[in-house]
């Protein structure tokens, strides 16, 4: 089965910079593409971006938008996501999921996810 694995997130003081990776593994379809969503507790998870899986047509949430920078490293099957500037509203656990739906931004229409990691921004 399908295994995604997020790394990199922490503890980061408002402004700075985190680049979380998702390292993909056990494929055995070519996905359409790959997502990060983050979630607060006692809120639903909400998309952040989206890289298709073939390359380009990068899709950014809006607050999120000239901040974070969503990248494939076809080399080691991994997602990343650059996140700049942080503020403190980006605190959540972020997860990384695929889908073979073109366009979605739905957490429900992604079928894979992995386990998240926490990220923290303080003021």
């Known amino acids: 089965q399908v295994q995604l694995v997020e790394s990199g997130g922490g503890l980061v003081q408002a402004g700075a910079s985190l680049t979380l990776s998702c390292a993909i593994s056990?494929?055995?379809?070519?996905?359409?593409?790959i997502a990060w969503f983050r979630q607060v507790p006692g809120n639903e998870r909400e998309f952040v971006a989206r890289y298709r899986w073939s390359g380009g047509l990068e899709y950014y949430e809006d607050s999120v938008r000239g901040r974070f920078i969503i990248s494939r490293d076809h080399f080691k099957s991994t997602v990343n996501l650059q996140m700049n500037s942080l503020k403190p509203e980006d605190t959540a656990v972020y997860f990384c999921?695929?889908?073979?739906?073109?366009?979605?931004?739905?957490?429900?229409?992604?079928?894979?996810w992995g386990q998240g990691t926490q990220v923290t921004v303080s003021s």
């Open positions: 999921a695929t889908t073979q739906r073109p366009w979605e931004t739905s957490a429900d229409k992604y079928d894979y």
């Open positions: 056990r494929l055995t379809f070519t996905p359409y593409a």
